[in-house]
């Protein structure tokens, strides 16, 4: 990093499909890489730990027989923060000098340990956990797996690369939690996700130019033969498919333009010079957390408090 410049990189790879260990060397491989090429930060697509449940959109939901076997699998190659994979990655990242966000799925291990969210992990270029966020709406049928993250992780991390946020997939779309990033200042904004339309293209854009941020998308490219024969779903899938997902990973700067990507139909590293010194030049005319934000008209919070299942009693007075 030279002064308010640095490289970013968005990881566009498949992961080792349900397979937790494979795939978490796999991004330690994909960390050292990115930062032997100079990249101050690595972004991994949604829930790249162990790998997106595509067969929610393809299994009847008749299947419960299918749909119980999956997620049986699915929580086995969870992750728990934190634990042996989470300590893999920190050592990585410290190793390398590199921060690192990581989509996963992350057990409830603060009750049930038997339901999932699906999480943004942050780490820092010291090997250190800064914090996560839990997608606050698991997008249609994805409610089959996912519980509902709550405001207590809509964190803005302050690193020597600026203030650094995210949401994932369509929580993008969600006008209050995009508010909620502005107004703590967000500078560089990742978004990894399950979506390669043009629609979340064109989305990807507006963000950067709404909030005067850089953004981060990044996706998996996926083939059909990154999932094992073994897995009766993939039957389920059209005759001769050979893309599960795209990709189309990208970087956009504040002006709503592509300075890396879109990239489609192979695994690769995206990089791209982030030059903070764009964000206030985008800002001079249309503020959205600023000039324009009108708090005498619009009244805006956030409940950042955390919502667990279970609370602690209060002991009883003597």
């Not at 996912?146 to 992780?153: E, K, L, P």
């Not at 001769?240 to 700067?253: D, L, M, P, T, Y």
Request: charged content about 20%; glycine content about 8%; proline content about 6%.
């Amino acid at each position: 990093m030279t002064g308010n410049r640095f490289v970013a990189a968005a990881a566009q790879a498949a992961p080792v499909f349900l397979d937790k260990k494979s795939t978490v060397d796999k991004a330690c491989q994909l960390i050292k890489r990115a930062a032997h090429e100079g990249a101050s930060l690595i972004v991994f697509p949604e829930v790249f730990i162990a790998g997106y449940p595509d067969w929610l959109w393809v299994v009847p939901g008749a299947r419960k027989d299918l749909h119980t076997e999956l997620y049986t699998e699915l929580l086995t190659n969870a992750v728990t923060i934190p634990d042996q994979a989470t300590d893999k990655l920190c050592r990585e990242a410290k190793k390398a000098g590199i921060y690192v966000v990581m989509g996963m799925h992350e057990r409830n291990a603060e009750a049930s340990n038997a339901s999932l969210y699906n999480t943004l992990l942050y780490i820092d270029a010291n090997g250190q956990i800064m914090g996560k966020h839990r997608k606050l709406v698991p997008t249609g049928a994805e409610r089959l797996v996912w519980a509902r993250g709550d405001g207590s992780t809509l964190e803005v991390y302050d690193t020597p690369m600026g203030k650094v946020s995210g949401l994932i997939c369509w929580e993008n779309y969600m006008p209050l939690a995009r508010s909620a990033l502005y107004s703590s200042g967000t500078q560089v904004y990742v978004a990894p996700t399950w979506d390669s339309s043009e629609p979340w293209l064109t989305a990807l854009r507006h963000i950067a130019n709404e909030g005067g941020t850089f953004v981060i998308g990044c996706c998996a490219a996926m083939r059909m033969d990154d999932i094992p024969d073994r897995y009766e779903f993939k039957t389920l899938y059209a005759q001769g498919k050979e893309w599960i997902n795209a990709g189309n990973s990208c970087i956009v700067n504040p002006k709503g333009q592509f300075i890396a990507g879109p990239v489609a139909t192979k695994e690769e590293i995206l990089y791209a010079e982030v030059d903070l010194g764009l964000i206030p030049a985008s800002k001079w005319i249309f503020d959205v957390a600023g000039h324009y934000a009108r708090p005498d008209v619009f009244k805006f919070s956030v409940i950042r408090e955390p919502h667990p299942p279970v609370r602690p009693g209060e002991s009883k007075k003597k």
